[in-house]
């Protein structure tokens, strides 16, 4: 669907990649912005169910993960899946994000990986800041080569 859109219109497909490559570098930004106010910010103890709550929604409504999860299987699944493989997809995801997330939670529940990470953050955020802008610039560059192509 999507590949037939944007051999109809190659255009529309420059215009995506350069709102993309606009998006990652804000969102560089954001990540350099906040890790340069990280060393100033307070520790807020929560109760586990509140933690628990406040990481479920959080995940739950970020509009990235099913924009992310929908192009994994709009690419990977058949044009017509049978029912069986759309619940084994979904479990799998399902099982992945719920291991990942405990995963997480356990380990950060460690005051030694607490320490560790809040030592690091400033360093941790401006990587991530850096690497998700160099694949913005990445993507514009690619998008203003294709326009120079034309």
Avoid: D
């Avoid at 037939?4 to 420059?14: C, E, G, K, T």
């Avoid at 993309?20 to 520790?43: D, N, P």
């Avoid at 990235?64 to 029912?83: C, D, H, M, R």
Wanted: aromatic share 12%.
């Amino acid at each position: 669907g999507v590949n037939a859109i944007f051999a109809a219109h190659p255009y529309l497909r420059i215009a995506v990649q350069v709102a993309g490559g606009f998006y990652l570098l804000s969102v560089a930004l954001r990540l350099w912005r906040s890790s340069a106010a990280a060393g100033s910010s307070q520790h807020v103890q929560l109760s586990p169910s509140a933690a628990f709550r406040l990481g479920f929604l959080t995940n739950i409504m970020n509009p990235k993960s099913a924009l992310f999860f929908g192009s994994v299987f709009a690419t990977a699944l058949p044009p017509e899946p049978p029912p069986l493989l759309l619940l084994l997809a979904v479990g799998l995801v399902v099982v992945n994000a719920f291991v990942w997330h405990m995963f997480l939670a356990l380990a950060f529940s460690h005051h030694r990986v607490q320490a560790q990470y809040a030592r690091k953050r400033v360093a941790i955020g401006r990587t991530a800041g850096a690497v998700v802008g160099a694949f913005g610039v990445r993507l514009l560059y690619a998008a203003a080569g294709e326009i120079r192509a034309r």
